[in-house]
């Protein structure tokens, strides 16, 4: 029988590994490949190509729940390392609920800080948002992606896509 991941039970976020940043909701960048459009002799129309390995930027975003002096530190112009812990719920038909690992290490910078709204009774709904330049993704003690832009590196459930190019540029 088949095992069916449900949900996230429950996370925690970390600055350096050490320092517990509070309750916060946390939204991880995207990998949105740079593409170009071929088109020429040989090709009916057009095709969208990606240029492996070179992602868009990546943006992470925190939401606060108040502004806090966590959130005030992370706007400093330095680098910044951030650490996702999670559990997720996984349910097999045979023996019940299954706890699962995830975490996703990040290096990042800040590019934005929002202190958010002044409204009575109300979260400030404070942000920040970073631009990633190193992200691990693990799930179960594997690693499922893992991306240094500025090494290229590109590691995509255990296989390095970037190895020969790496190899090629004398890397």
Request: proline share 4%; glycine share 8%; with cysteine.
């Amino acid at each position: 029988m088949k095992k069916t991941d449900q949900i996230l039970q429950s996370f925690t976020a970390w600055k350096d590994a050490t320092t517990w940043l509070g309750i916060v909701d946390v939204e991880l960048p995207s990998f949105e490949s740079l593409t170009e459009t071929l088109r020429g002799a040989g090709v009916m129309g057009e095709s969208t190509i990606p240029v492996v390995g070179h992602f868009g930027p990546q943006t992470l975003k925190i939401n606060w729940r108040t502004i806090s002096p966590e959130s005030a530190q992370l706007s400093e112009p330095k680098v910044h390392t951030l650490d996702f812990r999670g559990n997720q719920q996984i349910f097999d038909p045979l023996n019940g609920y299954i706890d699962q690992e995830v975490a996703v290490k990040t290096r990042c910078v800040s590019i934005n800080y929002n202190p958010g709204k002044l409204a009575i009774g109300s979260f400030t709904e404070t942000a920040n948002e970073f631009e990633v330049h190193y992200i691990k993704i693990i799930v179960d003690g594997k690693v499922q992606i893992e991306y240094d832009k500025y090494n290229s590196v590109l590691v995509i459930n255990g296989v390095d896509v970037m190895a020969n190019a790496r190899k090629n540029l004398g890397l």
